[in-house]
C-alpha cells in the first residue's frame, strides 16, 4: 500500500493531531475532521460494533451524531454493515445500485449520497468498528483515499482497544505503538536531540542497518547510520524544524544501490505544548523517481 505525497501528509496531520488524545469520542471526531477536510468531503462516520451486532455512531461530520442513532444500523446491513461483516474496506461509485446500500438512512437524514469509502476498524484481527466518507466534492473517491482510511482504520483500532483498558498516559503510548507497529509506511522517532528512541520493521527494511550496531532507544542516528550522511542529514533537520515538512525526497546509496526515500516529518508536543520529539513517515519511492 503505497501512499502519495497528498496522501502521506494527510496522514501526517491526522498523526500529530490525535498522537496525545485517549478519549474515543474526540480521537473519533478529530479524525473525521481532518480527513474530511482534506478529502473535501460532504461527510464522515465512525461506529462502533456493540455485543448486540449493533452498530453505534460514536462521531459524525455533516451529518448530526443523534440523527445518524435514529437510523439504526446493524452488521450485515447496509454498505457499513457489509464492512463490518466481512471485515474488508470498500469504495461505491453508484451507491443506489449496489445492493448493500441502505437507502433508508438518505431518507432519514435528508442526505444524498453519490459515492462513499469505508474500512473496517480492526483491533487484534477483528472489527469493532467502521469508519467511512461520503460525497468527495471533487469527484469520485479514488483507490489511494480507500487505502488511507483502511490504514486510518488500523491505527484507530489499537486505540479504542487501548483506551478502554488503560488509564491516559498508557494510553499515549499504545497509540504511538500502534502507529509504529500498524502503518506500513516506514516510521522513525527521534528525540529533541535527533537520536533514535523508535524505529518500526519497515523503517529497518527500507534502510538496512547494519545488524552489528546499537539498535535501541537513544542512540544518535548518524551513529546507527554512518553510511548513510543524507539520510541523517535530514532525520536532523526534521528533528530541529518547529513546523511540519511534507513532500521531501532524500537520494541514498543503501549497500551499493540508488535509493530515492521520499519522506515527511513533524514534531511531537504534548498539551501544553512541550516538544517531545518528531516523527518520521517515509517509503521507498525508487522505482516511481525513476518513472
Known amino acids: ?23 474515543e469520542t474526540e480521537l473519533a471526531d478529530v479524525v473525521l475532521s481532518t480527513i474530511s477536510k482534506a478529502f473535501d ?9 456493540r455485543p448486540d451486532e449493533t452498530l453505534e455512531p460514536l462521531a459524525s461530520y455533516g451529518v448530526t451524531v ?45 442526505f444524498k449520497t453519490r459515492g462513499l469509502v469505508a ?15 461520503l460525497n468527495r466534492r471533487g469527484g469520485a473517491f479514488s483507490d489511494a483515499d480507500l487505502d488511507l482510511v483502511t490504514m486510518v482504520g488500523r491505527v484507530v483500532g489499537t486505540v479504542f482497544e487501548n483506551a478502554s483498558l488503560i488509564d491516559q498516559l498508557e494510553a499515549k503510548a499504545a497509540f504511538q505503538e500502534a502507529i509504529i507497529s500498524s502503518l506500513s509506511a516506514g516510521v522513525m522517532v527521534v528525540d529533541p536531540q535527533g537520536s533514535l528512541v523508535e524505529m ?3 523503517a529497518e527494511r527500507i534502510l538496512r ?7 535501541g532507544k537513544f542512540f544518535p542516528v548518524s551513529r546507527i547510520f554512518p553510511n548513510l550522511p543524507q ?19 532524500a537520494r541514498l546509496v543503501i549497500h551499493g544501490q ?14 501544553q505544548n512541550k516538544r517531545l520529539g518528531s516523527v518520521l513517515l517515509f517509503q521507498d519511492i525508487t522505482a516511481k523517481a525513476a518513472g
Open 258 to 271: 540508488n535509493v530515492v526515500i521520499g519522506f515527511s516529518g513533524m514534531p511531537i508536543r504534548d498539551k
Open 119 to 133: 474500512a473496517p476498524i480492526l483491533s487484534g484481527g477483528k472489527c469493532i468498528g467502521v469508519i467511512e466518507f
Open 41 to 49: 468531503a460532504e461527510a464522515g462516520s465512525i461506529f462502533k460494533v
Open 66 to 110: 443523534e440523527v445518524l442513532r435514529q437510523a439504526k444500523f446493524k452488521v450485515g446491513e447496509g454498505v457499513a454493515g457489509w464492512v463490518a461483516l466481512f471485515s474488508r474496506a470498500v469504495r461505491v461509485e453508484n451507491p443506489q445500485k449496489d445492493p448493500r446500500f441502505m437507502g433508508r438512512v438518505d431518507v432519514a437524514t435528508g
Open 1 to 23: 500500500m503505497a501512499l502519495g505525497i497528498f496522501h502521506f501528509q494527510v496522514l501526517t496531520d491526522v498523526i500529530e493531531k490525535t498522537h496525545h488524545l485517549s478519549s
Open 209 to 215: 542497518p547494519d545488524a552489528a550496531l546499537p539498535m
Open 231 to 249: 539520510w541523517t542529514a535530514a532525520v536532523e533537520r526534521v528533528a530541529r524544524s518547529e513546523e511540519p515538512i511534507a513532500g521531501q525526497e
Open 200 to 202: 518500526n520493521p519497515v
